[in-house]
């Protein structure tokens, strides 16, 4: 998935966010706003497949952005916050000491909550641990599950805020990162697979690359929309993607 992130942890609360789901980016924004960072999320996900990559890729490129931008960490406060809204009431519990850990003690009644899975409010957080390299123990309780899920999201980005808050006279070396990546899963390899595989066939790679740039700059090319994307000169640096049958050349850390 092409998923464009960028944080700025001395912000004012603003942002632009947009999954496609418009419930996701209605929670983004509550970490944005309350938390007090400033925040752009762009994802062009496999919505046609389901929900399940857009959120848990784009919680691991924020959680990489927190980890990027917080750095060594020192002089920040580390942890949690709690909060009710109407029936439900929300606590997290935060460390952003290096551990990962996640504890979910949330029950949710409703499948869907407009068009995101429920069950993926776990996930995201899950996903998030780990890539921002954080502990998070988080329970909710209430009726309504848009109350709930709602209350999750505002009492984590109140704990985020509590967390990042630095204290004494040690400032962080950098608060505001840029993250770009493409989800892994679109060359059917993982990790260091993914790199030998890579190394392997680099010649293959680039001439593909640029007979595709050929074939769309001359019209020729007969690609969906988003359904092809091919790495260019080193697994880690540029891919080529197909966007309306134009080239679209990005850099990426994958």
Known sequence: LPISVTLNLNGEGCCSIKTGLSFFDHMLEQIARHAGVDLEIGVRGDLKVDEHHT??????VLG?????????????ERYGFALPMDDAKAEVLLDF??????????????????????EMARHFFASFCQS??????ISAQGENTHHILEA???AFARAVRQAIRQTGDVRLASRQVRTSRL????FGMEGDLALKNFKRNRRRYRATVFSLIISVVSGDC?????????????????????????????RLYL
């Open 55 to 60: 959120v848990e890729d784009t919680a691991i």
């Open 64 to 76: 990489e952005c927190f980890a990027k931008a917080l750095g060594s960490k020192k002089g920040i």
């Open 97 to 118: 000491g290096g551990r990962t850990w996640l504890e979910w003690g949330v029950t949710l009644k409703r499948e869907y909550v407009g068009d995101f899975p429920t």
């Open 132 to 137: 921002g390299q954080c502990n998070l123990h």
């Open 152 to 154: 999750v999201f505002k």
């Open 183 to 186: 989800s892994r899963r679109l």
């Open 222 to 250: 007969d690609l969906l929309s988003g359904q092809h994307c091919v790495v260019c000169l080193g697994f880690c640096i540029h891919t080529i993607h197909v966007v309306r049958h134009q080239c679209c050349i990005r």
